[in-house]
């Protein structure tokens, strides 16, 4: 079992930046290939950004890409989502999760674990 905490949501003007965090916790961190996704109210939680066990490899939704990085250390067992120039739109709340597989996943389905989300709101 692999528990996962998120933190760093919050509410930030548009433009503005956070940084997420996501805390692993339990079994061993790094075969784990990490995600992050989003649900906005009344919306199906998506993809945003994933990560691969190595962290050599990032993939990223197209409306995030340029402006959101992921990155992970798994000496602390912790990965990130750095926000910048956030839109209104990016209003949602963010999950992390984590797949037992070496690389990065886009479906819901792929990924075995899940944090419990932080709430992000961009006012305009």
């Known amino acids: 079992q692999v528990q996962l905490v998120e933190s760093g949501g919050g509410l930030v003007q548009t433009g503005g930046s956070l940084r997420l965090s996501c805390a692993a916790s339990?079994?061993?961190?790094?075969?784990?290939?990490m995600g992050w996704f989003r649900q906005a109210p009344g919306k199906e939680r998506t993809f945003v950004a994933g990560?691969?066990?190595?962290?050599?490899?990032?993939l990223y939704a197209d409306s995030v890409k340029g402006r959101f990085t992921i990155s992970r250390h798994n000496a602390k067992h912790t990965v990130y989502l750095q926000m910048n120039s956030l839109k209104p739109e990016d209003t949602a709340v963010y999950y992390c999760?984590?797949?037992?597989?070496?690389?990065?996943?886009?479906?819901?389905?792929?990924?075995?674990?899940w944090g419990q989300g932080t709430q992000v709101t961009v006012s305009s």
């Open positions: 990560i691969s066990w190595s962290g050599g490899s990032t």
């Open positions: 339990g079994r061993t961190f790094s075969p784990y290939a």
């Open positions: 999760a984590a797949d037992r597989g070496l690389f990065i996943a886009t479906s819901r389905s792929e990924y075995d674990y």
